[in-house]
């Protein structure tokens, strides 16, 4: 996931905890509650980022996320993702549904 995001998905991870109330459990399980919650929506987030990649462009972003600076990496996903943020507020909004069984 763009690296720019990484605070924002920090407070994203927060809020859906404290939505389902389980901000007052054990420091160490919550800490690990946001572990994973964090990778579970890393992990839906790029696979929509990868989904929406022109296919030629696939193995040109493969290098870039092995060689190149964060700032690089998102530079080549605003140019080459039509509607980037849109596709990423949609898998967020997709997680927090299901996470909150709303």
């Avoid at 859906?16 to 994973?36: F, H, P």
């Avoid at 060689?67 to 140019?79: A, D, G, I, L, N």
């Amino acid at each position: 996931m763009p690296q720019n995001n990484s605070n924002s998905l920090g407070e994203f991870v927060k809020d859906l905890i404290r939505s389902r109330g389980l901000d007052n459990l054990d420091y160490e399980i919550v800490v690990q509650l946001k572990a994973d919650l964090r990778d579970r929506v890393e992990s839906r987030v790029n696979a929509a980022i990868l989904a929406n990649l022109p296919p030629e462009k696939v193995e040109y972003f493969e290098k870039l996320l092995d060689q190149s600076s964060t700032e690089e990496v998102q530079s080549f996903c605003q140019r080459n993702i039509y509607g980037l943020d849109e596709i990423i507020a949609n898998e967020l909004a997709k997680f927090r549904a299901t996470y909150l069984n709303v």
